[in-house]
């Protein structure tokens, strides 16, 4: 088992630029949900998926932030226009329908943006 | 790495001793409570978890306590190991969500 892949593992954009984070969620996974790591803020949600669906997103900072799960093997987390206060550790993660405490999570993406 | 333990609060053990983490959480209609690992530039794993109406439950080397009158959650390790180095996250689900602690991180010297 791969477990949650992501990609890519580093981007490094200037202002202004669009990001795209991608996710693969382990097979047979009927949640996905995308967080947010900081030293400030720590591990913050930002929306989950149940079936495709998005069912909350309401820990997605700002319209700025969209995400997309056009099928069960894959996601997006787009930002755009990106800016500084967006650096950050952006993980995905993927559960089983039926214990949904716990979650699997991916490597993370670390995002800087200058 | 990930350099989320900058302002983290840290426990400092020897190898072999025992360590206890803990956490304090907030909402009292969660249902499970969980802990998570989290080694440098890794995503968070999942250790153990404990259903609101147990007070403790034990695995391989970590026991969970749970005392839901004070709202405080403890993980105990025992023996600890140079491997156990990471940060340790406590958190509580709600309806199909987890909200996370700040973690604690855990150095272990040889």
């Known amino acids: 088992d791969a477990g949650v892949i992501q990609s890519p593992r580093h981007e490094v954009t200037e202002m202004g630029q669009e990001v795209t984070l991608r996710c693969k969620p382990i097979?047979?996974?009927?949640?996905l949900f995308w967080y947010r790591q900081t030293m400030m803020r720590g591990l913050e949600l930002l929306i989950y998926f149940n079936n495709n669906v998005p069912i909350d997103d309401s820990g997605m900072p700002e319209d700025r932030f969209s995400a997309k799960m056009p099928n069960a093997s894959f996601s997006t987390l787009k930002i755009q226009p990106s800016e500084p206060r967006d650096s950050a550790v952006y993980f995905c993660?993927?559960?089983?329908?039926?214990?949904?405490?716990?979650?699997?999570f991916g490597p993370g993406t670390r995002l800087t943006v200058t | 790495g990930e350099s989320v333990g900058l302002h983290l609060p840290t426990l400092s053990v020897q190898e072999g001793d025992n360590s206890i983490i803990n956490c304090a959480y907030s909402?009292?209609?969660?249902?499970?409570f969980i802990w998570y690992k989290q080694e440098s530039g890794k995503g968070p794993q999942f250790i153990i978890d404990?259903?609101?109406?147990?007070d403790k439950r034990q695995g391989q080397r970590v026991t969970v306590l749970l005392n839901k009158t004070v709202k405080h959650l403890s993980l105990q390790i025992a023996a600890t190991q140079p491997g156990d180095s990471a940060v340790y996250f406590c958190a509580e689900r709600g309806y199909s969500t987890l909200t996370f602690g700040k973690g604690t991180m855990l150095l272990v010297s040889p």
């Open positions: 097979s047979g996974h009927d949640y």
């Open positions: 909402n009292s209609a969660s249902d499970y």
């Open positions: 993660a993927s559960s089983p329908g039926v214990s949904s405490y716990e979650q699997y």
């Open positions: 404990i259903r609101s109406n147990m």
